[in-house]
């Protein structure tokens, strides 16, 4: 089986804001009010028959009772027909001129004139047989009764013939009890009497349209039956009442039938009662549960209509449908009592009317629209005219469009609250529906946010607000305005300015103001509202702070000393007030730690002359200090202005040119005429080496300050003058050169001789004396020449000069020499250090002379 949960609640029209809506036909079920109830003389109920064609209604009260009970179709008491022991089941004949009645305590089906509403006709249907069902189909009466083994079967009467008697059928099976019958479209439906206690339904289903009965199907459906099965008018389907809904299957085999299952209500409704009108119209009866009442159903599994009862719920098998194909007869039961509800307009379905208010609300002076829709079960009534009232005032109508909507269009000048009433008269199918929406009309609240500021200067305060509504509702009056007070929170004083002109189309605004001063300033903004708009303040504070000008000054990079001097300055974010001034400091060579202080006056556009004569050479520097006032910050700038001094003459002398590795060199610095300044200051820059101070002091009276430094590499002296008030530096500059040391070491002798005072190294002829040359400083990669001399003829004479030998890791280097024909003659040798381009340190050098003979 296939279940779905179908919602049975009428629309409710949803009210947003300060709306309030009323619906006429709302909650999850109608009320039977309209229907008639009357309460019924039942001791208990069994079954109903509606018998339109005499305006009767029959009801049976089953086992233990004598009688059946008739009413007209309003439910007031006709008759009570007697000596109906028992009566349960009822079935109106084909032509509706006689009612048949089960006689469970009578063993009897008996025959009513439904005119004279007396018995004519008793059929004994057995000693103890107990029928409980009836129904009429194929021309015959079909009655269920306990036969003589104790089991339930199904029996016949054929009231056409000429001497009726009831007679079993063989082919129907037997029961457990007397089963209940239903028919139409010539099928006979047989079900076992309701069982709470089973976990299934068994039915059988026949065709006795030709009086005799033929079995379609015979078989048990899962799930105990709550209620009486009902055949549809035309025979094909079976309708099943189970735990929550009533299901539907075919007669032909019970398989599923669409469309399926009818709801009533959900889990636990227990559905007691089926009545099916001949258009096909389905009710259903709920008997427990939060959905108790009636369901109507069309074609579709959308119930059309559902109605719970003022009071007691749906009796089992309490429906019925008049033969006026629109009249629904419910019996209800309430703690033991019985009544009649008559829905005479059961098949109209509830009209969803409602409301919706302007969006998102009304506003006085301009035109809202109340919106809202009308539908019912699957109807849109378009083009349906709708009566509209306004506390009781006729408005034009309202018609409803192709979707089911409408609207209905206003003006109000005064704010309060409006009921608008909407009003559907109805149609053939679906009832009248009146419902009212109480529109509030207002006009748009307004703020004012801290707004935009532009400019925060003491003599330009600048800013950008906006007038916001709710909801961004507008537009302006044109002519509206804000209204602008300024107060100094720190004197208290308050002060209205021109109100600012409102943009009707953005609400936006523009204040600009002069508050003369820097401080913390309250801006009131407030808007006074219109027809359409509520009023709006909001206080700004906020704190206008002094300028901070720039301070330029225009000095002259020189000037000469002793002459007039005259530059300007300027102070932006004028204007200043008269009698400012600023302080201008000179700090010169003579003027360290004590300045020079004077004032000059700011002009009111902020320019200032600063006029000297400078009497210091050399650099003066210019300071002027603004102290600032109440709307201008403090500033500050300086200008160095370099004043002309004498030259005067400066050299410096060294008492050599060259000097050997080691020595120390005697440098003279003289300085010509000065003021008051007689210091010199001496440096010496050793080639590839830093610049040192090698002395500074007061010339002697001739002017001369000398001083000795030792040297070790190429050296450049440098005397300094820092000059004085009156006369400029000058420096002076001397370059000397540095030889290096080279150490020289003859080797391979046995021993010394002296010629003429002079000590020789004696070789024998044999060895190859070996000379090792040493450069300090370290002179690594460098070259060293040798030169080697004979002495004859009285006089030495060269006899070669070598190559390039390179100086070793150790900045030493070994040359042998080879002597010819050198047996008693006499030799000497020396080394020369050659500097290349790279070394710039040190000069080329010669070493000393290294003498040696040779002997056998």
Not at 13 to 24: C, I, K, M, P
Not at 480 to 486: A, L, W
Not at 633 to 654: E, I, K, P, Y
């Amino acid at each position: 089986m296939r279940f779905q949960q179908v919602s049975l609640a009428a629309a409710i029209s949803v009210v947003a804001g300060l709306t309030t809506a009323t619906v006429g036909l709302t909650g999850p079920a109608a009320r039977a009010d309209g229907a008639d109830t009357a309460a019924l003389p039942l001791s208990h109920y069994a079954h109903m028959v509606v018998d339109g064609a005499h305006q009767h209604l029959f009801f049976s009260q089953g086992a233990g009772t004598t009688g059946i009970v008739v009413t007209d179709l309003s439910g007031t008491p006709v008759t009570t027909i007697d000596g109906e022991q028992g009566a349960d089941g009822l079935a109106l004949s084909a032509d509706g001129r006689t009612l048949y009645a089960a006689l469970t305590d009578g063993d009897a089906i008996a025959a009513v004139d439904t005119a004279t509403l007396t018995e004519t006709g008793r059929f004994g249907t057995g000693a103890a047989s107990a029928p409980v069902s009836v129904a009429q189909a194929g021309g015959k009466v079909w009655y269920s009764y306990t036969a003589d083994d104790g089991k339930g079967t199904v029996g016949s009467l054929d009231p056409s013939a000429a001497d009726p008697a009831p007679a079993p059928q063989p082919v129907m099976p037997h029961w457990p009890g007397a089963p209940l019958l239903s028919t139409g479209g010539g099928v006979l439906a047989v079900s076992a009497a309701q069982d709470a206690h089973s976990s299934m339904t068994h039915i059988a289903t026949y065709d006795v349209s030709s009086g005799t009965p033929s079995l379609k199907v015979d078989m048990g459906l899962g799930g105990a039956a709550t209620g009486p099965v009902q055949v549809t008018p035309d025979g094909t389907k079976l309708l099943v009442p189970q735990s929550a809904a009533v299901y539907v299957y075919s007669t032909a085999d019970l398989g599923t039938a669409k469309p399926y299952v009818y709801f009533t209500g959900g889990i636990g409704s227990s559905p007691g009662s089926v009545a099916v009108d001949s258009d096909g119209t389905i009710a259903l009866g709920a008997t427990a549960g939060p959905g108790a009442g009636a369901y109507l159903y069309a074609a579709d599994q959308i119930a059309e209509n559902h109605f719970a009862f003022p009071a007691g719920t749906v009796a089992p098998d309490g429906l019925a449908w008049g033969t006026d194909g629109r009249t629904l007869y419910a019996v209800t039961r309430d703690n033991g009592s019985y009544a009649l509800d008559v829905l005479g307009d059961a098949k109209l379905t509830d009209t969803a009317l409602t409301l919706n208010s302007p969006s998102p609300y009304a506003i006085p002076a301009q035109r809202f629209t109340v919106t809202g829709t009308v539908a019912g079960h699957g109807f849109v009534p378009a083009g349906a005219t709708l009566k509209v009232t306004r506390d009781g005032t006729a408005l034009p109508d309202a018609t409803v469009g192709a979707d089911g909507s409408f609207a209905l269009t206003d003006t109000r000048q005064d704010e309060g609250g409006y009921t608008y009433e909407v009003s559907y008269a109805g149609d053939a199918t679906h009832r009248p529906a009146t419902t009212s929406l109480k529109v509030w009309v207002s006009r748009v609240g307004t703020s004012i946010p801290y707004p935009e500021f532009s400019s925060l200067a003491p003599h330009q305060v600048a800013f950008t607000g906006t007038v916001m509504t709710d909801l961004s509702r507008g537009p302006f009056t044109q002519g509206d305005t804000v209204q602008v007070t300024r107060t100094n929170e720190d004197t208290h004083e308050s002060t209205p300015l021109p109100a600012a002109p409102l943009d009707p189309a953005t609400g936006r605004f523009t204040v600009t103001d002069d508050p003369g001063t820097a401080g913390w300033f309250t801006y009131r903004l407030s808007f006074e509202g219109d027809i359409t708009h509520q009023p709006g303040a909001n206080d700004v504070s906020t704190t206008v702070s002094p300028y901070a000008p720039a301070l330029t000054m225009k000095a002259p990079g020189t000037a000469t000393r002793g002459a007039a001097l005259s530059f300007g300055a300027v102070l932006g974010d004028g204007p200043y007030a008269g009698g400012e001034t600023v302080t201008v400091t000179r700090t010169d060579a003579a003027h360290t730690t004590t300045p020079v202080t004077w004032t000059a006056p700011v002009a009111a556009d902020g320019t200032i002359t600063v006029k000297d004569t400078p009497s210091t050479g050399g650099a003066n520097t210019y300071t002027v200090d603004y102290a600032g006032d109440a709307g201008h910050r403090a500033a500050t700038a300086s200008a160095t202005v370099q004043v002309s001094r004498t030259t005067t003459s400066l050299s410096v002398a060294a008492d050599a040119s060259t000097y050997a590795y080691g020595a120390t060199a005697t440098v003279t610095a003289h300085l010509g005429t000065t003021y008051n300044g007689r210091t010199v200051s001496l440096w010496a820059t050793p080639a590839g080496g830093s610049k040192t101070l090698v002395k500074t002091g007061t010339v002697d009276s001739r002017g001369n300050l000398a001083a000795t430094y030792k040297l070790a590499h190429n050296t450049t002296f440098t005397a300094s003058y820092t000059g004085d008030y009156r006369y400029a530096p000058a420096t002076a500059t001397r370059a000397v050169s540095d030889q290096v040391k080279v150490a020289q070491a003859l080797s391979g002798s046995y021993t010394t001789t002296t010629y003429s005072g002079t000590t020789y190294r004696v070789y024998h002829h044999t060895v190859r004396p070996t000379v090792t040359t040493t450069v300090s400083p370290d002179k690594s990669g460098q070259c060293v020449h040798f030169q080697v001399q004979q002495y004859y003829s009285g006089a030495w004479h060269t006899l070669s000069t070598s190559g390039c030998f390179t100086l070793g890791s150790k900045s030493t280097v070994t040359a042998r020499l080879s002597l010819s024909q050198a047996v008693g003659q006499k030799f000497r040798v020396r080394s020369e250090y050659v500097h290349s381009s790279k070394d710039t340190t040190n000069v080329s050098t010669w070493g000393g002379w290294q003498y040696l003979t040779v002997r056998t």
